[in-house]
Nanobody
Framework: QVQLVESGGGLVQSGGSLRLSCTAS????????MAWFRQAPGNERSFVAG????????SYSDSVKGRFTISRDNSKNTVYLQMDSLKPEDTAVYYC??????????????????WGQGTQVTVSS
């Protein structure tokens, strides 16, 4: 079992920045790849960014590429999502997810084995 806990969400103005953190506990020795998803009201949960165990490969959705940066610190069992130039359309609940099976991040929610409870990000115009 792996427990994921997100933090760092909040309310920011358009153009502002936030850094989300996701800390894993429990059995983290499977070297899972990590990803961030988000879900706005009425929408499907969608992929935001993913990162491999070593951090050498990252993947981003087109809507956030160039504005968001995913990184991880394995010594702290933590993955980060630095969000810059935030837009109102970024408003959503952001979820951290872990995938023990795949070697590169996928964009399918079904591929991920563990999920955090989510943290709300609200961007005002």
């Amino acid at each position: 079992q792996v427990q994921l806990v997100e933090s760092g969400g909040g309310l920011v103005q358009s153009g502002g920045s936030l850094r989300l953190s996701c800390t894993a506990s429990g059995n983290t020795f499977s070297r899972p790849l990590m990803a961030w998803f988000r879900q706005a009201p009425g929408n499907e949960r969608s992929f935001v960014a993913g990162i491999t165990w070593c951090g050498a490969f990252t993947s981003y959705s087109d809507s956030v590429k160039g504005r968001f940066t995913i990184s991880r610190d394995n010594s702290k069992n933590t993955v980060y999502l630095q969000m810059d130039s935030l837009k109102p359309e970024d408003t959503a609940v952001y979820y951290c997810a872990a995938d023990r099976t795949n070697s590169i991040p996928t964009r399918q929610t079904s591929a991920y084995d563990y999920w955090g409870q989510g943290t709300q990000v609200t961007v005002s115009s």
